[in-house]
């Protein structure tokens, strides 16, 4: 009852007061990064986080959190329209968001995808109320031991999720991650490591360089490379008819919300497979799953509240362990800790009112996406018709700006520029980028725990795998790893078939 006390009386205060026009403002400016090919969730939340250093916390955070879940709704606006979709987690929005509109029906499509993302993102928000304080409880439990094997879960975990063809590549790139935040001086005694003698490598690389290199600067690269694209329709309507019909879909946003939000709690999964997740869910629970992939209201209904579901998930580890659920959670994790708040399982006991704060922030800006994004469809199509040479120029020069700006150093810029080539050739060759990008923002909390567990057993690592929680987590990593493997994969597939065989013998 406390807790919801403190809930109702965050949302008051922020709406009774100037930072309900910060929430307007950012949550457009949110849809308006998510909407545009090239920019992502994650750039525009590392990019807005250079310029919320002079803010106070709780509004930075504000804004930060606005532009989150504005950009992940703004994406599926060009999965609707270009079938591109504007970022990663709006791609299954394309599959039948794109024939919706090539029948005609855009306005349709653009109204579900709204109400859809606004419920969700509510499920999401009841998810985060309710979750994060008792899995802060349980975290206290937790030693170095226990969030040593919590990081290798989560870029093992995230590895394979996000390669599923071959987690092999999903791993590798989440271990170059964590060599990449190997770089600079050691936290325990200040050792450099790897570093040859550069004295700008002393410090190690920068989060959001990295972030903005690896997502902004290489989608730049790409975005370039593809053939342009042009509006399936310039004119829509019956907006707000079709909205309030989608909500008749209650098992769909229903099932889909709760899919989405544990999607988003699992560290580095977030957003892409809660919708990818809700969408498969709701086509096998459809009597009619031929219909999907073809403009089934139902399957962009899905997507679209699984993903949007995701944003209030992703903040749950973030919050209580400090410990990202995807990559836009990673960087609002880093401005957090810039702005001087301390995420992790004590936050329930030393900042209280601003977990209902960010849970506050979480209602308002689903209610400003869901109102702008009603409101504005028309006018934000003209966006669309921006000539990309002149935009992916404009977004290079940000990242470079935003990039310098955070440390005054050009050296960070051109670690952009590096990261930049990394993740474009990653993408050519099919390594996905969120395990390394998790590898990045986890290698220090992977690299401190491991150092201090064996400082507190003189060098023994047995307790890591005799400790109760850490054993079996580990245990968990172990069976990952080996389910993942070729010939256990091709066992288990056979033992399968065999046993669909034994059913239709027996029928």
Same mark, same amino acid.
């Given at each position: 009852?406390?807790?919801?006390?403190?809930?109702?009386?965050?949302?008051?205060?922020?709406?009774?007061?100037?930072? *309900?026009?910060?929430?307007?403002?950012?949550?457009?400016?949110? /849809?308006?990064?998510? !909407?545009?090919?090239?920019?992502?969730?994650?750039?525009?939340?590392?990019? &807005?986080?250079?310029?919320?250093?002079?803010?106070?916390?709780?509004?930075? /955070?504000?804004?930060?959190?606005?532009?989150?879940?504005?950009?992940?709704?703004?994406?599926?606006?060009?999965?609707?329209?270009?079938?591109?979709?504007?970022?990663?987690?709006?791609?299954?929005?394309?599959?039948?968001?794109?024939?919706? $509109?090539?029948?005609?029906? %855009?306005?349709?499509?653009? $109204?579900?995808?709204?109400?859809?993302?606004?419920?969700?993102? !509510?499920?999401? *928000?009841?998810?985060?109320?309710?979750?994060?304080?008792?899995?802060?409880?349980? %975290?206290?439990?937790?030693?170095?031991?226990?969030?040593?094997?919590?990081?290798?879960?989560?870029?093992?975990?995230?590895?394979?999720?996000?390669? !599923?063809?071959?987690?092999?590549?999903?791993?590798?790139?989440?271990?170059?991650?964590?060599? &990449?935040? +190997?770089?600079?001086?050691?936290?325990?005694?200040?050792?450099?490591?790897?570093?040859?003698? /550069?004295?700008?490598?002393?410090? @190690?690389?920068?989060?959001?360089?990295?972030?903005?290199?690896?997502?902004?600067?290489?989608?730049?690269?790409?975005?370039?490379?593809?053939?342009?694209?042009?509006?399936?329709?310039?004119?829509?309507?019956?907006?707000?008819?079709?909205?309030?019909?989608?909500?008749?879909? &209650?098992?769909?946003?229903? #099932?889909?919300?709760?899919? @989405?939000?544990?999607?988003?709690?699992?560290?580095?999964?977030?957003?892409?497979?809660?919708?990818?997740?809700?969408?498969?869910?709701?086509?096998?629970?459809?009597?009619?799953?031929?219909?999907?992939?073809?403009?089934?209201?139902?399957?962009?209904?899905?997507?679209?509240?699984?993903?949007?579901?995701?944003?209030?998930?992703?903040?749950?580890?973030?919050?209580?362990?400090?410990?990202?659920?995807?990559?836009?959670?990673?960087?609002?994790?880093?401005?957090?800790?810039?702005?001087?708040?301390?995420?992790?399982?004590?936050?329930?006991?030393?900042?209280?009112?601003?977990?209902?704060?960010?849970?506050?922030?979480?209602?308002?800006?689903?209610?400003?996406?869901?109102?702008?994004?009603?409101?504005?469809?028309?006018?934000?199509?003209?966006?669309?018709?921006?000539?990309?040479?002149?935009?992916?120029?404009?977004?290079?020069?940000?990242?470079?700006?935003?990039?310098? %700006?955070? %440390?005054?150093?050009?050296?960070?810029?051109?670690? +952009?520029?590096?990261?930049?080539?990394?993740?474009?050739?990653?993408?050519?060759?099919?390594?996905?980028?969120?395990?390394?990008?998790?590898?990045?923002?986890?290698?220090?909390?992977?690299?401190?725990?491991?150092?201090?567990?064996?400082?507190?057993?003189?060098?023994?690592?047995?307790?890591?795998?005799?400790?109760?929680?850490?054993?079996?987590?580990?245990?968990?990593?172990?069976?990952?790893?080996?389910?993942?493997?070729?010939?256990?994969?091709?066992?288990?597939?056979?033992?399968?078939? #065999?046993?669909?065989?034994?059913?239709?013998?027996?029928?």
């Amino acid at each position: 009852m406390d807790g919801l006390n403190q809930f109702l009386g965050a949302v008051v205060a922020i709406g009774m007061s100037a930072d *309900m026009l910060v929430v307007v403002w950012a949550t457009l400016l949110g /849809i308006v990064v998510g !909407m545009i090919p090239g920019l992502t969730a994650t750039l525009g939340v590392a990019l &807005v986080t250079t310029l919320t250093f002079t803010m106070e916390q709780n509004t930075a /955070i504000l804004v930060l959190i606005c532009v989150y879940i504005g950009a992940i709704y703004g994406g599926g606006r060009t999965a609707i329209l270009l079938n591109i979709p504007g970022t990663p987690a709006n791609a299954a929005s394309a599959l039948d968001g794109f024939p919706l $509109a090539k029948q005609g029906r %855009a306005g349709e499509a653009m $109204a579900v995808a709204t109400s859809g993302s606004f419920l969700g993102t !509510m499920v999401g *928000m009841v998810g985060l109320a309710l979750i994060a304080p008792w899995l802060a409880e349980f %975290a206290l439990d937790f030693t170095s031991f226990e969030f040593f094997w919590l990081a290798v879960f989560g870029i093992v975990l995230c590895g394979q999720l996000t390669s !599923m063809d071959d987690p092999l590549k999903g791993w590798i790139a989440g271990f170059l991650g964590l060599l &990449v935040a +190997m770089v600079g001086q050691e936290s325990l005694h200040a050792y450099s490591r790897y570093s040859y003698g /550069i004295l700008d490598l002393e410090a @190690g690389f920068g989060l959001l360089p990295v972030l903005v290199g690896a997502f902004g600067c290489a989608e730049v690269f790409v975005v370039m490379r593809q053939e342009a694209t042009t509006l399936v329709a310039s004119q829509v309507g019956g907006v707000l008819r079709s909205a309030l019909k989608s909500f008749r879909y &209650v098992r769909t946003w229903l #099932r889909s919300g709760v899919i @989405g939000t544990f999607m988003g709690v699992v560290p580095g999964v977030g957003e892409d497979m809660g919708a990818w997740v809700s969408y498969a869910a709701a086509k096998r629970a459809s009597k009619t799953p031929d219909d999907f992939g073809k403009g089934s209201t139902d399957g962009l209904l899905a997507a679209e509240t699984g993903n949007n579901a995701a944003v209030p998930g992703a903040l749950i580890p973030v919050l209580t362990l400090a410990i990202p659920g995807s990559a836009p959670a990673a960087v609002l994790l880093a401005a957090m800790v810039i702005h001087g708040l301390r995420p992790g399982p004590l936050i329930m006991v030393t900042q209280a009112d601003f977990f209902y704060s960010v849970v506050a922030m979480v209602f308002w800006a689903s209610v400003a996406m869901l109102v702008l994004g009603l409101l504005l469809t028309r006018p934000l199509l003209l966006i669309l018709k921006v000539r990309r040479e002149w935009l992916m120029g404009i977004i290079f020069v940000l990242c470079a700006v935003g990039s310098f %700006a955070i %440390a005054g150093r050009l050296f960070d810029v051109w670690v +952009m520029i590096g990261f930049g080539l990394i993740g474009f050739l990653m993408r050519e060759t099919g390594f996905p980028i969120a395990p390394m990008i998790l590898g990045v923002v986890l290698g220090p909390i992977l690299d401190n725990n491991f150092r201090r567990s064996l400082s507190l057993t003189q060098g023994d690592p047995i307790p890591f795998v005799t400790r109760p929680i850490s054993a079996v987590i580990a245990l968990l990593v172990l069976l990952m790893i080996v389910l993942a493997l070729p010939p256990v994969r091709r066992m288990l597939g056979q033992a399968k078939v #065999r046993l669909l065989e034994g059913r239709r013998a027996d029928g």
